[in-house]
């Protein structure tokens, strides 16, 4: 169960940073965001995208395993 806690917390923490990156893609510019999706690896999310899908994940997760926040660490 040690482990399984472990792995709850580093994927919040994954689901954080995501946010951040989404926060940060949001700001760029149209012509921006398009160069930046450019280079992204064929079938890569936006990171809007991937910011709900890591969500949905974390949730379901915690809602399966019945691991909150609290008991993360």
């Known amino acids: 169960m040690i482990e399984l806690k472990d792995f709850v917390y580093e994927l919040h923490r994954y689901a954080d940073q ?4 989404k926060d ?3 700001k760029l510019s149209n012509e921006e965001k398009i160069m930046i999706l450019k280079t992204a690896p064929v079938n890569q999310p936006t ?3 991937h910011y709900e899908l890591v ?5 379901k997760v915690q809602s399966e395993f019945g691991v909150t926040e609290k008991e993360e660490r």
């Open 18 to 21: 995501t946010h951040i990156l």
């Open 24 to 26: 940060k893609y949001e």
């Open 47 to 49: 990171p809007e995208e």
């Open 55 to 59: 969500f949905r994940w974390l949730e």
